[in-house]
């Protein structure tokens, strides 16, 4: 599911006032991560991570990885913090044409 503008600009503004709700620390995206995100996403349809790494290009691969897992569209990534979006069964989030 590819994310039009529109759509992503629609769910940027409802994620301004999210906080994060999963935290990945130095050692990655572990599976306790990736239970917790995929918990707190079937949960909120919409979430935020804070990744505490460093190295650019180990944050940018557990981003890639998560995404892979939770089967989840990347909204934004601002810094250190990643916005996901995946719609739920019955999806609460109504998106934008």
Known sequence: MALTPK?????????HSLKPVVLVGGNGVTEAVVRE??????????IKIKFNLQDKEERLACIDRLLSELEAEKVQLIGHTLVMYRPARKPRIQLPK
């Open 37 to 46: 995100a995929i918990a707190s996403i079937d949960h909120h349809e919409l």
């Open 7 to 15: 759509q992503r600009q629609y769910l940027k503004s409802l994620a």
